[in-house]
């Protein structure tokens, strides 16, 4: 479990197809990477990721992603070179300052555009067509593993506000319009959703 405060950004070393599906992810993750052990659970753009290896004098993290989690992440599109949002599971008595963030992500975002507001930006993405009922106004969502509250919702479209503490902290600072980003709905929204279709089923 998660709570969708960034920790750190780390960079991609690797990102290699395996030959019998999935692919082998390193990331180079820093502090979060030396005091992490193999069998781990950390946060790699909002995906829960179990730590397969660890090379400790790098902060090198290596991770099975497995063909469930291309599909429904960014993450095969990750490059060498690139940067990702880190985030190490929670610990009994750490402080819950996000919301609860599972690392399940649902689907993936397109960012449709980014507006200058205030001090910070107002970041419109598509709404993925299964997340419809799951995403509303000052409601939560997560964003590539981001806690973000949801400031509006439009027909096929939701937008969150971010402040400059948010852009610069996360790899959200160098997105752009038509870049995709993972989306983890609300938890209690998606059981909510699911316990109200199966009455209705009925």
């Avoid at 690797?14 to 030396?34: D, F, S, T, V, Y």
């Avoid at 790098?58 to 060498?80: I, K, M, Q, Y």
Wanted: one cysteine or more.
């Amino acid at each position: 479990m998660f709570t969708g405060l960034i920790r750190a950004r780390g960079d991609v070393l690797e990102n290699a197809p395996n030959p019998i599906g999935g692919n082998r992810l390193m990331i180079g993750a820093g502090a979060i990477g030396r005091a992490a052990a193999p069998g781990e659970s950390v946060a790699v753009n909002g995906v829960c990721l179990t730590v397969v290896s660890v090379e400790e004098s790098a902060g090198a993290l290596t991770f099975d992603v497995v063909p469930e989690t291309l599909a429904r992440s960014n993450l095969g599109s990750l490059v060498a070179g690139d940067a990702v949002n880190l985030e190490p599971s929670l610990r009994v008595g750490d402080a819950l300052d996000g919301h609860v963030v599972y690392g399940h992500v649902d689907a993936t975002a397109t960012i449709l555009r980014i507006d200058p507001e205030g001090q910070g930006v107002r970041m419109w993405c598509a709404t993925p067509p299964a997340l419809d009922l799951l995403i509303c106004e000052k409601g939560y969502v997560a964003l590539d593993g981001i806690s973000l509250t949801v400031a509006a919702v439009d027909d096929g479209r939701f937008a969150v506000a971010l402040i400059p503490e948010t852009l610069a902290r996360t790899t959200l600072r160098s997105k752009a319009p038509g870049d995709a980003l993972n989306v983890e709905a609300d938890p209690l929204a998606r059981y909510v959703a699911s316990i109200m279709g199966k009455r209705d089923s009925t």
